[in-house]
């Protein structure tokens, strides 16, 4: 998979992007991640991107002209025959979940539009295939949002997880929360493992994780049972 992000602060991702799973992804060669600066497709010598707003109000807002150039330059040599979609993280989307991680991963391509300040122009978003929030909150950037969802995503591709049922045991992969997991000690401050666990009958083991991980959903966030 390849995965644009069109940014003011390419530099934010280095961290998150450069050590474990998706490292490891990049080194593979499975995923790719190409920083656009917003700022190379401003028109004026300062580089500017960004205006006061018609009809008063503070904060400024991200131009048109600059982001229009940068995803048309980003599209240019885009091979017609992958599939691709184009996102905006903005809190005016739909709330992202795991269902929608499973649906973005199938994509060849994913272009992210990270907005920054007091928001887009609105016509901004007619270049979006879809507008996503990751939760019902304001955050400074769209950057960390883009983030969380190529985090996501990149759990599902193939090979990514050192096991392919690493990503199918994860909390809502089927729509419940995930089972409760042990390891050693068998016995800790008095807490012991479950027997079942250790009997080596993996139907009833796969039994007791089923029963474990509705309980803990029902308990939990009773939202997803309804």
Not at 50 to 64: A, E, R
Not at 93 to 111: C, H, I, T, W, Y
């Amino acid at each position: 998979m390849k995965i644009d992000i069109i940014t003011l602060f390419p530099e934010m991702f280095g961290g998150v992007f450069g050590d474990s799973i998706i490292k490891r992804a990049i080194d593979k060669k499975i995923l790719e991640i190409n920083f656009t600066q917003l700022r190379d497709f401003a028109f004026d010598k300062h580089k500017q991107v960004d205006d006061s707003p018609f009809g008063g109000g503070s904060g400024m807002v991200l131009k048109p002209e600059p982001m229009y150039r940068a995803v048309r330059a980003v599209l240019k040599n885009s091979e017609e025959n992958l599939s691709k979609k184009i996102i905006i993280t903005d809190p005016s989307g739909k709330v992202f979940n795991q269902s929608k991680a499973k649906e973005l991963a199938k994509f060849d391509r994913l272009v992210f539009i990270c907005g920054h300040y007091e928001g887009f122009d609105a016509r901004i978003y007619d270049l979006a295939d879809e507008i996503i929030s990751i939760g019902d909150y304001v955050l400074t950037g769209g950057e960390l949002p883009a983030m969380v969802i190529i985090d996501s995503v990149a759990r599902m591709l193939p090979n990514v997880l050192g096991s392919a049922e690493s990503a199918e045991t994860d909390s809502f992969f089927n729509g419940i929360l995930g089972f409760p997991q042990y390891t050693r000690p068998r016995e800790f401050e008095g807490k012991f493992v479950p027997d079942v666990l250790l009997s080596g009958n993996h139907a009833e083991i796969k039994k007791w994780r089923e029963e474990q991980a509705i309980k803990i959903t029902k308990l939990r966030r009773p939202d997803l049972i309804k």
